[in-house]
């Protein structure tokens, strides 16, 4: 199911390639707040994600493209002495580290004279999982470095003129799934995005 899901997406960026001059290219920075929600949550306090976006568009409501992610959580220092029996006082250090490498669709309602529009993005792709936690110098959670798939969706909006400047909020669920086991966790993002006609 999952090779399945790839070549899907694979076969909908290669057919974007050939698309005529009436394509369009849309090139974006976005940055947010990252929340693990699963089995971890209690263990992981509230981070941040930061990355890039660029979706070729065959159709004014129609967007095949690529993201680049990196999200960073840190420990929650209390559940971590709790866990150890150590001090209140006591140092914890580490992080959660998750990079996403998505190809991604998006559907959008491409209003051309509206300052508001709308939009729905989804994606599959693949990440790589680490993380670390140490109490005054002594590893609790050891370094774990895995890669497994990664799914995303989620709606947005985009203010401002589509064929220029936008800039764009989007809540995102995500689904990962390192070494047969799930994690998830939700992203809320703002993004900048460009437009280049004529691509």
Do not use: W
């Amino acid at each position: 199911m999952r090779k399945l899901l790839m070549a899907g997406f694979v076969c909908m960026l290669v057919s974007a390639m050939g698309v005529s001059a009436q394509s369009s290219l849309l090139l974006g920075v976005q940055g947010g707040i990252a929340d693990v929600v699963d089995d971890e949550a209690s263990d992981f306090a509230l981070g941040f994600n930061a990355g890039v976006h660029g979706f070729l568009y065959p159709a004014p409501f129609l967007g095949l493209g690529l993201q680049a992610r990196y999200d960073r959580t840190t420990p929650e220092d209390d559940t971590f002495r709790e866990r150890v029996g150590a001090a209140t006082d006591a140092a914890v250090d580490g992080a959660l580290h998750m990079f996403e490498i998505l190809p991604s669709a998006r559907l959008s309602t491409a209003a051309e004279f509206s300052f508001v529009n709308f939009f729905a993005q989804a994606g599959v792709g693949l990440g790589v999982f680490m993380d670390r936690v140490e109490v005054d110098g002594v590893d609790v959670q050891t370094d774990n470095t895995e890669t497994g798939f990664v799914m995303s969706v989620g709606p947005g909006i985009a203010l401002g003129s589509i064929d220029f400047v936008t800039f764009e909020v989007f809540p995102e669920y995500h689904l990962a799934l390192p070494s047969g086991e799930t994690s998830d966790f939700y992203t809320v993002k703002g993004a900048l995005s460009l437009r280049f006609p004529g691509m």
